[in-house]
């Protein structure tokens, strides 16, 4: 006789283990989860709204440092200055060992110290007062360029010979007043021809330091420095009435053109214009018949 199986009997042991709670133990398990709620949120709120205010302000503080960081950058960039020392004036030539170093008008140097962005001078501020040395330089310095480094500017300082004295003597410092120096007493002890260029040229440099300030150093042209010997055959420009007329340019001291003037007792610079202007043509004639392309 067949035995009828029942809806349960080809359910597998497991699928009876994973038979579904009961309602009320459901209900039970809601009503325990949800007391459990009831008593930990008053605990949990407060520390989620803490830990959330914490992590929010953690952000804003690094949105801002970060914009700080930019805005500096900024405003160093646009606080950064450029200064420039220059030369107010040339230097007068010839130069000669021993002799006075001064400007073409016969004036002392001058030095001003000008904003590299405006051109103005700079005559506020401790810069405008720096302290400012006054060296030599080679004469083929950055010939082609004005933009140098001041590794570049200290290493073309030309120094004295060995067993020589300082190549540059007197008032090699001066301070700025109002942002413009005036050099003082100064000249050279040796010649320029024992260097690479043979020539020089001055330079300047502030010797005080500046936060957030590149002062950049001037330098002069170029020119030969000659042996003080040759300041007795220098010609004087512009020439006084009282020189001898040899101090003229293109007539040689005891040169023959020098020695013809003599014979017509000309011998000095009035002496040499009053017959130029009473009677040019004896002067082409009679004494510069060889020398008339300077007249």
Known sequence: MSLKRGPDDNKSPEDKRRKPPPFCSVVREVMKLQSVRNL???????????????????????????????????????????????????????????????????????????????????????????????VVLEGDFEEESDIWMPEDFKNNIVRERDG???????????????????????????????????????????????????????????????????????????PSLSDEVWRLEKIGKDGAFHRRLSREKIRTVKDFLTLLNLDPAKLRTDCLKHFHRML
């Open 164 to 238: 020589k004295k300082p190549l540059l003597t007197g008032d090699v410092i001066i301070y700025l007043k109002d942002g413009i120096g005036v050099v003082g007493e100064i000249s050279y002890t040796d010649n320029s021809s024992w260097t690479r260029s043979r020539r020089f040229r001055l330079g300047a440099r502030v010797v005080d330091s500046f936060d957030g300030i590149r002062i950049r150093e001037a330098k002069t042209d170029s020119y030969i420095v000659r042996d003080h010997r040759g300041e007795l055959y220098k010609k004087h420009h512009p």
């Open 40 to 134: 930990m949120e008053p605990i949990l709120e407060p520390l989620v709204r803490r830990v959330v205010k914490e992590e929010v302000e953690l952000a804003l503080k690094k949105h801002l440092n970060s914009i700080k960081q930019t805005c500096g950058k900024g405003l160093n960039t646009s606080e950064s200055r450029t200064f420039q020392l220059q030369f107010e004036n040339s230097i007068s030539l010839p130069v000669f060992t021993g002799a006075r170093i001064e400007g073409e008008d016969g004036s002392n140097l001058r030095i001003s110290l000008v904003d590299a962005l405006t051109g103005k001078v700079v005559c506020t501020g401790p810069e405008s007062s720096a302290k400012v040395e006054i």
